[in-house]
């Protein structure tokens, strides 16, 4: 099991680099929301280092068994391939997916080919703690053969009609200018971290990761569809799992969280029948990670977010504090019941599941 103290992780600001043994200076806000402008380090073993293994696959099943994009590497092609799933990616993210043993160098060399190529554009964006962060995100080009990749690629996938569902027929390609705060980008950089922590964690196996926005259609038959900020299709045991991800940042009213979120994932999970025509599966889970930038009071959020959601069918939702999710996300991090004290400390709280 995952030592459950916080020194085995570190913070690592983009901008200027620091070593990577650094102790964080505030263990228990780092846990709540600090996904911003972290990066999880390596594995630490009495105080030693782990070495990280060469990688031989991509992190998701369904890239990697894409073909090679034109005038691309195996690499190069898994790499904009992650991108077109999460919309856009940081640096930090990417090394974290593909690039786990390289130096940063040799990422950003192959970005810049990429971008000559015309795969990839960069985009500078102000930094949380001042500089700028850079990001890469798809081209058109890179989001109508990708797409179109992952759709041949997964068709005879049993999930496959939640892909089917999800995948436009085209979809705009980014228009961000450098420099440029979009109110948007923690809430995505956020998110993004969670999938990569997920995708890279020891023991999981994803058939499916993306973190689009407005990934479905407003409407299928007479549902209302939620917008989930994620969608995960996991193997467990040979089944095929679906994960729908909420990640609540505590700056919106409970009520919309009602009604955006509860009331359409719990009408359509009523609809067995429905569910598997549109997703391929009957059932499906409801994943929140909760923060509260707002406040700096995540447990008294997350227990009036699991309030709300007692309306819903049993165990169809799920909830966590995002650093949890973000730090340990093959452990017992999922309350079942209300949180009993206010501690944001993982190893405070008993009864939790995975």
């Not at 995952?2 to 228990?28: C, G, H, L, M, Y």
């Not at 554009?121 to 798809?138: E, F, I, K, Q, T």
């Not at 819903?312 to 999710?325: K, N, V």
């Amino acid at each position: 099991m995952t030592d459950r103290t916080a020194d085995a992780f570190s913070a690592r600001p983009i901008d200027p680099p620091v070593s990577s043994n650094q102790k964080i200076e505030n263990v228990d806000r780092w846990l709540v929301d600090g996904t911003l402008g972290v990066t999880q380090p390596g594995a630490v073993r009495d105080g030693v280092r782990m070495a990280t293994p060469p990688l031989t696959h991509a992190p998701l099943v369904a890239i990697n068994r894409l073909p090679n994009l034109p005038g691309t590497t195996q690499r190069d092609t898994w790499l904009v391939a992650m991108v077109v799933l999460l919309r856009l990616a940081s640096y930090d993210q990417l090394r974290r997916l593909l690039f786990p043993s390289r130096d940063g160098s040799v990422l950003r060399r192959r970005g810049l080919r990429l971008e000559e190529r015309g795969w990839l554009r960069r985009w500078d964006s102000p930094a949380p703690r001042g500089g700028l962060l850079r990001y890469v995100h798809p081209t058109p080009k890179a989001l109508r053969l990708v797409l179109a990749n992952l759709a041949a690629c997964t068709e005879t996938e049993p999930w496959a009609p939640i892909v089917r569902t999800m995948l436009p027929r085209s979809r705009r390609p980014l228009a961000l200018t450098s420099g440029d705060m979009r109110k948007w980008l923690p809430h995505q950089r956020e998110v993004n971290h969670v999938i990569t922590t997920i995708a890279t964690a020891s023991g999981r196996r994803l058939l499916w990761a993306s973190t689009w926005d407005c990934p479905l259609p407003k409407r299928f038959g007479i549902f209302s569809l939620p917008q989930p900020d994620y969608v995960l299709v996991e193997d467990r045991g040979g089944v095929p799992s679906l994960v729908f991800g909420e990640h609540d940042r505590g700056t919106e009213p409970v009520e919309r969280f009602v009604a955006r979120k509860v009331e359409p994932y719990a009408t359509l999970a009523a609809f067995p029948e429905a569910c598997e025509s549109m997703l391929g599966v009957r059932t499906f889970e409801v994943h929140v990670s909760v923060i509260d930038v707002e406040s700096n009071a995540p447990i008294e959020r997350l227990r009036l977010l699991q309030s709300a959601a007692t309306s819903a069918p049993p165990c169809l939702f799920r909830f966590t504090l995002g650093g949890w999710l973000f730090s340990y996300p093959g452990e017992k991090i999922w309350f079942t019941d209300p949180p009993e004290i206010a501690s944001m400390r993982w190893q405070d709280h008993d009864g939790l599941t995975h």
